[in-house]
C-alpha cells in the first residue's frame, strides 16, 4: 500500500498539480502573516468577500456566544443539541432569504449531501448543470433518482432533458447560482422559465453569492429578479457570513421539516458550535442593517477586471468578485503563484482534478476590505510575474 501511494503522489507532483498548504499565523484578512516569517502579505484567495471574518462585532458575538452557551453541544439536534440560538439563526436566515424555514447543517456540503437523498425518489429526476459543485455532485450520487446532467449553462441542452424527465413523476433543477471556478452566474430567468413550462422545481447553491450578490446582498435569485420562483436555496455560512463554518437548506417549511426526520447528515452530526451561531447571526445582523458593505463589492472588482484585461490576461467571469486568471498550463499556475508570493501577494493556482485538464488559473477573490492600492499592487505583480514566464507578451 506505502509503495501504491507513494507513486501516485509522485505522479501528482510530476504533473504539477501538488496543492501545498500554507499555514497562516494571523487572522483571516485582507493581509496576512504567514509561519516562517512572512509578513505584509496581502491576501487575494479568501472567500472572505465582506471582510466579517476579523470584523470585530462578529468577533465579539462569537466570544458572547461562547462564554454564555459554552464550547458545543457534544450531541446532534434530535438528541440534546438544539440550543436557541440555532432556532434564532434559523428564523433568521429564513428571514434573510425571503423563505418560510431554515435548517443548519455542519457544512454546505452537508446540506448538498443532505438534500437530494431524503427529496428524491426513484420516481424522481434531477437534472445538474456538468460544472456544478463537487458537493451538489456527490449529493446528487447519493440519491436513487434519474440523473441528467446538461451542458454548462446551456438552455437549450436543459430544455431537451427537461421534455425527456417529463415521464418521472418530480423534477428538480440544481444548479450552482454563481460557479465558483470560473466566477460566472447561471441564467436563473431563463432556467426558471424552463423549469415553469415543464413543471420543475429549482434548486441553487448560493455560497459563492450569498451576502453580497443582488441589492441586498441576498444573492443570485435577488440579482437576477426570480426570488419567488427558485424553490430551494443551499448556502454557506463559512464565506460571507461570518467565514467560521457551517451551512444551510432554506425553502418551504414542509421540506425543512423532512429534511429533519430524514437527512443523514443533520441527523448524525454534531450541532453547530454556540460560537459559529454567533458569528453567522451578527454578520446576518450587519447585512439586514445596511446594503453597504455588499455594495461595496462591484467598483473594487471592476477596478480589478478591467486592469488586468488592459495587462492583456484573459479573466473568465463575468462582475463577480471570484476573478479566475486563465492560463491553461497547470505548472505555468503554479509557478506564477509561488513567484506571486514572493512579490507579497497570496493566489493560489488551480489545476486538474478541481478544474478540467487544460484550464488550469489562478483564481483571484476580491474582498471588500481590499483597497484600492491591494489591487493596484496585486495587478502589478501579475503583470512583472507574466512578462517573466511568458503569460504576457
Not at 59 to 72: D, M, N, T
Not at 89 to 103: M, N, S, T, V
Not at 136 to 142: A, E
Not at 203 to 225: K, M, V
Request: hydrophobic fraction near 40%; include cysteine; glycine fraction near 8%.
Amino acid at each position: 500500500l506505502r509503495r501504491r501511494l507513494e507513486s501516485e503522489l509522485e505522479d501528482i507532483r510530476g504533473a504539477g498539480t501538488w496543492k501545498s498548504e500554507r499555514v497562516i499565523a494571523s487572522r483571516q484578512g485582507p493581509h496576512l502573516r504567514l509561519a516562517g516569517g512572512g509578513a505584509g502579505i496581502i491576501n487575494f484567495c479568501a472567500n472572505n468577500y465582506l471582510g466579517l471574518s476579523s470584523h470585530p462585532e462578529v468577533i465579539r458575538a462569537a466570544v458572547e456566544a461562547l462564554e454564555k452557551f459554552g464550547a458545543g453541544l457534544s450531541s446532534v439536534r434530535f438528541i440534546c443539541g438544539t440550543q436557541s440560538i440555532h432556532k434564532d439563526l434559523e428564523e433568521k436566515i429564513a428571514r434573510f432569504h425571503q423563505r418560510e424555514d431554515a435548517i443548519l447543517y455542519a457544512s454546505c456540503f452537508d446540506a448538498n449531501a443532505g438534500i437530494f437523498e431524503a427529496l428524491l425518489t426513484p420516481e424522481d429526476a434531477v437534472l445538474s448543470d456538468e460544472l456544478n459543485h463537487a458537493s451538489i455532485i456527490d449529493g446528487i450520487r447519493l440519491c436513487k433518482a434519474n440523473k441528467y446532467r446538461y451542458k454548462h449553462m446551456d438552455m437549450q441542452d436543459l430544455e431537451a432533458k427537461l421534455k425527456e424527465a417529463q415521464k418521472h413523476r418530480l423534477r428538480l433543477v440544481a444548479t450552482d447560482g454563481a460557479f465558483s471556478m470560473d466566477g460566472d452566474i447561471a441564467p436563473l430567468r431563463e432556467i426558471c422559465q424552463l423549469a415553469q413550462k415543464y413543471d420543475a422545481l429549482v434548486f441553487i447553491d448560493e455560497c459563492h453569492a450569498t451576502g453580497f450578490l443582488g441589492p441586498n446582498g441576498r444573492g443570485t435569485d435577488e440579482l437576477l429578479g426570480v426570488m419567488d420562483k427558485v424553490t430551494i436555496i443551499n448556502s454557506t455560512l463559512g464565506k460571507a457570513l461570518g467565514g467560521a463554518a457551517g451551512g444551510y437548506t432554506t425553502g418551504p417549511k414542509p421540506l425543512i421539516d423532512l429534511l429533519r426526520q430524514r437527512s443523514r447528515p443533520y441527523l448524525f452530526s454534531n450541532s453547530l458550535p454556540p460560537a459559529v451561531v454567533g458569528c453567522a447571526s451578527k454578520a446576518l445582523d450587519l447585512l439586514m442593517e445596511s446594503n453597504a458593505i455588499a455594495q461595496s463589492m462591484a467598483a473594487k472588482t471592476q477596478r480589478f477586471r478591467s486592469k488586468m484585461m488592459a495587462a492583456g490576461f484573459t479573466i473568465s467571469g463575468k462582475d463577480h468578485p471570484i476573478c479566475p486568471v486563465m492560463l491553461g498550463d497547470a505548472r505555468l499556475a503554479s509557478v506564477m503563484a509561488e513567484d506571486m508570493l514572493n512579490r507579497g501577494i497570496y493566489v493560489i493556482g488551480f489545476s486538474y482534478p478541481v478544474v478540467p485538464k487544460g484550464k488550469a488559473r489562478i483564481r483571484v477573490q476580491i474582498s471588500a476590505v481590499h483597497s484600492d492600492e491591494d489591487i493596484d499592487r496585486c495587478v502589478e505583480a501579475f503583470t512583472e510575474v507574466g512578462r517573466k514566464h511568458g503569460a504576457l507578451s
